[in-house]
């Protein structure tokens, strides 16, 4: 086959039929105000966590709607739970209590007490 010098990108489809919804069901009856997230970035901007790690609190509550639960396990340690974002956030999202929701259940989950 000729080459152009570059290949085509993998397929990034995100499939939400196939996806794990257990943690955002478990997390929305746990905190329903993850329901009014609008995925604007005010927390991760104001993060101090973000800012020398690249964690992303917007990233954590887009995968969990998404049922992308690998990418919050490999992430959610980042979140030091100072409250910063909570007092922030313009949808009155209770950010910390999400973060604090989804480890709980994560370890429930892993160890498949839920
Ligand atoms: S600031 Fe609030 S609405 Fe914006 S992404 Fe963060 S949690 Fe969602
Ligand atoms: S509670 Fe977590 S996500 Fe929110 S500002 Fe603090 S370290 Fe960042």
Do not use: W
């Amino acid at each position: 086959m000729k080459s152009f010098g570059y290949t085509i990108s993998k397929g990034r489809v995100i499939d939400y039929d196939a996806n794990d919804h257990r943690l955002e069901n478990l997390v929305l009856a746990a905190e329903p105000t993850l329901a009014l997230c609008i995925a604007c970035g005010c927390c991760a901007a104001t993060c101090t966590a973000a800012q020398h790690t690249g964690f992303s609190l917007r990233r954590i509550n887009v995968s969990l709607r998404r049922g992308e639960t690998d990418i919050i396990r490999q992430e959610i340690s980042g979140c030091m739970l100072c409250g910063k974002c909570t007092i922030l956030c313009p949808r009155g999202v209770s950010t910390r209590n999400i973060v604090f929701t989804v480890r709980k259940h994560l370890s429930l989950l892993d160890n498949n007490a839920v």
